[in-house]
C-alpha cells in the first residue's frame, strides 16, 4: 500500500499481436511482491532468510534475524499466514526480481474444491511458492 515511507512501483509491458516474435504474455514486474489478496500483500522474505531465522514452535514458523531485507528483521514468516478462505481466493502469487520473473494463480470457479466456501487452503509462500489443489472425480 503506497504511503509517504513507501510505494508500490509497477513497471508493465503488454503483449503486441503485431510482433509475432514476443512471448505471447503480459508481464507486470514488483520485485519480491507476494500477493494473496487486496488486503494481505507483502514484500517477500527470501528462502535463505528462513534457513538463517530462528525456527520457533513448529518448523513452518521462523523468527527472521538477518534477511536480506533489513526491513524485514524481526518479522515471522509462516506460511499458514498466507491461507484463505476459498470463497476469498480468486488470484494470488509472487513476482521477484532476480530472475525476473513471477507466477499467478487466477481461479476464474470454484467447482474444482471441496470443503466449501470457508475451507482455507495455503496460497503461496517463500521459496517462492504457489499452490493450488484440485480434486476431480473419476
Same mark, same amino acid.
Given at each position: 500500500?503506497?504511503?509517504?515511507?513507501?510505494?508500490?512501483?509497477?513497471?508493465?509491458?503488454?503483449?503486441?499481436?503485431?510482433?509475432?516474435?514476443?512471448?505471447?504474455?503480459?508481464?507486470?514486474?514488483?520485485?519480491?511482491?507476494?500477493? /494473496?489478496? !487486496?488486503?494481505?500483500?507483502?514484500?517477500?522474505?527470501?528462502? &535463505? #532468510? $528462513?534457513?538463517? %531465522?530462528? =525456527?520457533?514452535?513448529?518448523?513452518?514458523?521462523?523468527?527472521?534475524?538477518?534477511?536480506?531485507?533489513?526491513?524485514?528483521?524481526?518479522? /515471522?514468516? !509462516?506460511?499458514?499466514?498466507?491461507?484463505?478462505?476459498?470463497? &476469498? #481466493? $480468486?488470484?494470488? %502469487?509472487? =513476482?521477484?526480481?532476480?530472475?525476473?520473473?513471477?507466477?499467478?494463480?487466477?481461479?476464474?470457479?470454484?467447482?474444482?474444491?471441496?470443503?466449501?466456501?470457508?475451507?482455507?487452503?495455503?496460497?503461496?509462500?517463500?521459496?517462492?511458492?504457489?499452490?493450488?489443489?484440485? =480434486?476431480?472425480?473419476?
Amino acid at each position: 500500500m503506497d504511503s509517504e515511507n513507501q510505494a508500490e512501483i509497477s513497471f508493465k509491458s503488454t503483449w503486441n499481436t503485431s510482433e509475432s516474435d514476443e512471448l505471447p504474455l503480459n508481464s507486470d514486474i514488483r520485485f519480491h511482491y507476494m500477493a /494473496v489478496s !487486496d488486503e494481505r500483500q507483502r514484500v517477500m522474505p527470501m528462502p &535463505e #532468510d $528462513r534457513e538463517t %531465522g530462528k =525456527v520457533l514452535g513448529y518448523k513452518e514458523a521462523v523468527l527472521l534475524t538477518n534477511p536480506t531485507n533489513p526491513d524485514l528483521k524481526g518479522e /515471522v514468516d !509462516d506460511k499458514y499466514f498466507y491461507a484463505n478462505d476459498n470463497k &476469498e #481466493d $480468486r488470484i494470488h %502469487g509472487w =513476482v521477484g526480481a532476480n530472475p525476473p520473473v513471477g507466477f499467478w494463480m487466477i481461479i476464474t470457479c470454484d467447482e474444482f474444491r471441496t470443503g466449501g466456501p470457508y475451507k482455507q487452503d495455503l496460497t503461496s509462500h517463500v521459496g517462492p511458492t504457489v499452490l493450488s489443489v484440485s =480434486v476431480g472425480i473419476n
